[in-house]
């Protein structure tokens, strides 16, 4: 993996813009798992999962 430095407004918003994609393409995979789970068969997973798809979501949200 090279780096590169941001040199203006632009190259900052194709970056911001790339982690967000990130972000958003592992929300279906959370998901996917948690809903494989059958009910009532492990709560603490469902639970951790839950979480960590919602704070994407949010991560996601301006403001």
Same mark, same amino acid.
């Given at each position: *993996? &090279?780096?590169?430095?941001? /040199? #203006? $407004?632009?190259? @900052? +918003? %194709?970056?911001?813009?790339?982690? *967000?994609?990130?972000? +958003?393409?592992? $929300?279906?995979?959370? @998901?996917?798992? @948690?809903? &494989?789970?059958?009910? =009532?068969? #492990?709560?603490?997973?469902? +639970?951790? @999962? %839950?979480? $960590?798809?919602?704070? /994407?979501?949010? %991560? =996601?949200?301006? =403001?």
């Amino acid at each position: *993996m &090279s780096l590169h430095k941001i /040199k #203006n $407004i632009d190259d @900052l +918003h %194709r970056y911001i813009y790339a982690a *967000m994609q990130l972000e +958003h393409a592992t $929300i279906p995979l959370y @998901l996917t798992a @948690l809903y &494989s789970i059958k009910p =009532g068969t #492990n709560a603490e997973a469902m +639970h951790i @999962l %839950r979480v $960590i798809a919602v704070e /994407k979501m949010l %991560r =996601g949200c301006p =403001g």
